[in-house]
């Protein structure tokens, strides 16, 4: 959303925040053809205001064709991590197996991190060369 914030900042308030839930309703559509009927609808709500027309190109370029056009969450798998962040997905290791997402004082998270590099570097997975759940 970073990127996107970026682009509509010279939009009116009203146009930002419209453009910023417009585009987390996409994020969340709950199926492909929820997500296209959404999107039919922006895009003509932003291709016929002027001041949206800079921001539609923008979308279209980066989010519908670039390289990242997968970036909605019904484009994940069931079971398989929605970022693609690995420091993402190692903080959700931590909090699940070992701080149970709760605040630790120093003493006992020392003792949980040190048994979190135990645990992980000895418990060393193959490659995988092929797709599959965790």
């Known amino acids: ?9 010279l939009l009116s308030s009203d146009a930002q ?25 922006f895009w003509r709500r932003w291709m016929t205001d002027p001041t949206l027309i800079p921001f539609a190109q923008y979308f279209h370029g980066q989010w ?6 997968t970036w909605q ?3 994940t798998p069931s ?3 929605s970022t693609n962040n690995p420091a993402e ?3 959700t290791l931590l909090k699940r197996d070992y701080t149970l997402r709760r605040r630790l004082k120093m003493g006992t998270l020392l003792r949980e ?14 490659f995988e060369f ?3 759940p965790v």
């Open 1 to 9: 959303m970073k990127h996107i914030q970026e682009h509509v900042r």
């Open 17 to 41: 925040a419209r453009v910023l839930s417009e585009v987390y309703d996409l994020h969340f559509a709950r199926s492909q053809a929820h997500y296209l009927e959404m999107l039919r609808a």
């Open 64 to 69: 519908l064709t670039g390289h990242f056009n």
């Open 73 to 75: 969450v019904l484009a």
């Open 79 to 81: 079971g398989f991590a």
């Open 89 to 91: 997905t190692f903080n």
């Open 113 to 126: 991190l040190s048994a979190c590099c135990q645990g992980q570097s000895s418990s060393a997975r193959a």
């Open 130 to 132: 092929a797709v599959c």
